[in-house]
């Protein structure tokens, strides 16, 4: 249960006077930072304000207020009025560019104290509802988001934390920390290779989310190693700076199983990172690192459906990588197809931390700092920026499904393409062998006979 919010005191100080200096009445954005099951501490990191709709309206405005002589006879104020989809959309974006150990936790609120307490509190839970419905906190067993209410009119901070199974707030204190500079930077590159059964009639987000429900089972029982120490619970971190992590994953050999369709082979590298907090246990950053590879996963996963959706309604399906893929009817397929998933950067944020994007192919760094301009409020030119690209892009590839499927090599297309020729080495190497064993046990058997009559005959002649 959170008590205390630690705000770090230069970006929450910097987003106050931006505050300031706007003429809006009301206004909306998103908390990053941290709830931990294990602290009573809530970390506020940054606020990011929502921007306004494709069309120009706020996220957060006032209702309109009502004729004066009866707002004066009632001593009413003006309430506020949340555009809760968009507010949700902007948080499911936000939630995307953070790494491990930082997330969406709440909303803030800058508005006068009359129009605040004017709003319902159902209100205000609904809000943070729909934003912990897109920006769940994954592993983490809270069940509660961060409210600030900034006013303006008097000047002052409040806040409040929402309990999400009761839609109860309630007030918690709030101090300043120096809590970026604090931070201690955890890295990780994450190797994969996983062989799965495709069943028929699978769709394909059921096909790529099975892969990635049993890579985080791998990931999660993963022992890992510290800059080439094992990790062990109740270690201590006495060390500083960055730090590497590689996780050691048992082999195992995924074989299909009997009457499948065809074989996934999901493989690729992710590269991971996290960020230990103040007061925080090493175990926690290892949590969340983990927890950040199969969230990267999942986000380009997300964006590739998202880009299928977006082409499928503009009509725009000719070049489509995305749509292509979604439309894959994985037991039709008689040849190996593969397609690669979006590849991550990370962009320079504050004080040395980092955000991170997702680029697909046809995609480049200007089309990342145009996002991370508008969803995170970034306001730099690319050259002031330092883009680290740490990885190629990863792919999954659908190998030929009759080398998986017993009985079936006959059905193999006759006309083998690039693609079919050098994913299906395997079903090639396995006839010529089979073709060679025979010709081999042929030989063998004429040997033995021709042996057979030479004794034969050098015992009749002796006779």
Known sequence: MVKTVVGDEAQVKASEETLS????PAQV???????SASSDRALAYSLIPTPPTDSGAPACSLLRAKPAAKAASSGASSSLDFDVDWLAEHARQVSRMLLGGMTVIGIYIWASEASFKATSPAVLSQVLRAVSQVAPLYGTGVDERLLIHISYSPRRWACRICDMSSGRLRPCDFKYSKLLASLQTFRCTYN???RLPVVQAE????????????LTKQVQNAKALIDGVLFLDGMDNTLEGPHNVEFLVPFKNNLPAEGVAGLLLFAGSVSALAYLGPKESIAEVISDLKLDIITSLRSRLDIILDEADDDSTTNNLENSLSQKATQVVFHELRAPYSFPFPRRILIPWLAGSYICDYLQQSET?????ERCKEVMSLEADMGNYSIVEPESASAATLGSFWDVVPGALSKAPSEPGLKEMNSGQNGSRKTHGSSFSILMAFVVLLIAVLVGCIFTLSATLKT
């Open 365 to 369: 760094m200007e089309d990342a700092m």
């Open 21 to 24: 200096a706007s003429t809006s």
């Open 29 to 35: 954005g998103l908390v990053v930072g941290k709830l």
């Open 192 to 194: 994969f290779e996983i």
């Open 203 to 214: 769709p394909f987000k059921k096909v790529i989310s099975k892969a990635i429900s049993h």
